[in-house]
């Protein structure tokens, strides 16, 4: 699959997500675009320079005590995993940045299309260091609770960004 191929899917995907409406279901009004900013803005600030940063305080600001945050439908780290997870990157990625590309919302429901940038100083998911940095796309699909996040849904294109690490 390419990478173009890779993003369509991702956003389709997503799109599809959010206008889907679980039967009987109350329709919730939707957050508005700032307003899933302000949610969003801790987790994401947690991710730049995570080594750098009190991960676990930031992601208490943007998430439910009972978060989940799932690379697969069935694997999904609580809150306190994902602090760990985010400081592990950290260290592998000194000069980690995730930025919000685009951003839409579906009543409590938020998509963010993310970008990924680093050049790490240890192995990559195998990949030994280069000194190469990568550039990568993430999708991620959240639910909000009470004004914060409750789960995600996320993807990422770490096989691009191995690629970029590796270099030709």
């Known amino acids: ?10 956003l389709t995907f997503a799109a599809v997500c959010l206008s889907a409406n679980t039967a009987g279901a109350k329709p919730t009004p939707s957050l ?12 994401y600030e947690a991710l730049n320079e995570p080594a750098k940063k009190d991960v676990a305080a930031l992601l208490a600001r943007a998430t439910n005590p009972d978060y989940k945050s799932c690379s697969t439908n069935q694997d999904c780290l609580n809150r306190t995993e994902l602090a760990g997870q985010f ?23 938020i998509v963010v299309r993310g970008e990924a940038t680093g050049t790490p100083v240890a192995p990559l998911f195998g990949t030994p260091a280069t000194g190469r940095p990568f550039r990568t ?7 909000v609770k009470g004004g914060k996040l409750s789960t995600a849904y996320h993807v990422e294109n770490w096989e691009a960004a191995v690629a970029q690490v590796k270099g030709p």
């Open 1 to 10: 699959m390419t990478r173009r191929t890779a993003a369509a899917f991702a």
């Open 32 to 43: 508005t675009p700032q307003q899933a900013r302000a949610i969003v803005a801790p987790l």
């Open 87 to 109: 400081k592990f990157f950290g260290g592998v990625i000194p000069d980690l940045h995730w930025r919000i590309v685009d951003l839409w919302t579906s009543g409590n429901r």
């Open 137 to 143: 796309i993430s999708i991620d699909m959240f639910t």
